[in-house]
């Protein structure tokens, strides 16, 4: 019994560990508010030239003053992409929220 008390504490303390966004990581929020607004400049790039070679200096410098905007660099938002990634769950609220705030947006 003790046993069994042990494994649901354990359980319970690694569930309350994985909603802790370490440091170095862009928390939810700013995340989504960051690929929201990089997702809809990359679809304006894409459907106003098409061909990536066409636009891609300018979406570049583009995404870089988004980044600006947020206070961080290409780096710390690559490796928040690839912490999300890494937890599905993480993922699927970021991906969640992204969706109801661009719903929010259509007319």
Do not use: W
């Not at 319970?12 to 939810?28: A, D, R, V």
């Not at 410098?61 to 599905?88: C, G, N």
């Amino acid at each position: 019994m003790k046993v069994i008390g042990l494994i649901i504490l354990l359980c319970l303390f690694c569930s309350c560990e994985q909603k802790t966004i370490p440091n170095g990581i862009i928390e939810p929020k700013e995340m989504c508010g960051l690929v929201e607004e990089i997702t809809l400049i990359e679809t304006h790039y894409q459907s106003k030239f098409g061909v990536p070679t066409q636009y891609k200096e300018a979406l570049q410098k583009s995404v870089d003053l988004i980044l600006h905007k947020y206070k961080t660099t290409r780096k710390i938002f690559e490796k928040s992409l690839k912490y999300y990634a890494s937890h599905p769950d993480l993922q699927k609220e970021l991906n969640d929220q992204l969706l109801i705030s661009l719903s929010r947006k259509i007319p």
